[in-house]
C-alpha cells in the first residue's frame, strides 16, 4: 500500500473504502526514480483512520520529487530520509 499523490485541501471522505474521512497524520512515501529508490518518513499526510490508506498533499509531493531528484544525481541508490519542508 502506498500512499497516493494527490491534492487534498481538506479533510474529505476516503475515496478507496468510503467509510470514513482522512485525519491529518504522517505518511511512508517510497519513491522510485530510475535506479533510486527514495523513502521518506513522517510526511504530513491525510490518512484514512479506517483503511489506513494515505494522501499526500501535492506540494509536499513536489518537495518530496525535487529531494529525490537531487538525491538521484549523486548515484545513490538507496535513500531514507524523514521529510523535512526546507
Ligand atoms: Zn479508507
Known amino acids: ?26 505518511a511512508t512515501v517510497v519513491l522510485e526514480r530510475g535506479g533510486l529508490t527514495m523513502v521518506v518518513k513522517q510526511v504530513p499526510a491525510r490518512v484514512c483512520p479506517n483503511c489506513g490508506e494515505e494522501y499526500v498533499d501535492e506540494a509536499v509531493a513536489r518537495l518530496v520529487l525535487r529531494r529525490a531528484e537531487e538525491v538521484a544525481r549523486y548515484g545513490t541508490l538507496v535513500e531514507i530520509t524523514q521529510y523535512t519542508a526546507a
Do not use: P
Not at 500512499?3 to 482522512?22: G, I, K, N, S, Y
Open 1 to 26: 500500500m502506498g500512499a497516493r499523490l494527490q491534492a487534498t485541501e481538506e479533510d474529505m471522505m476516503c475515496v478507496v473504502c468510503r467509510q470514513a474521512e482522512t485525519e491529518m497524520g504522517q
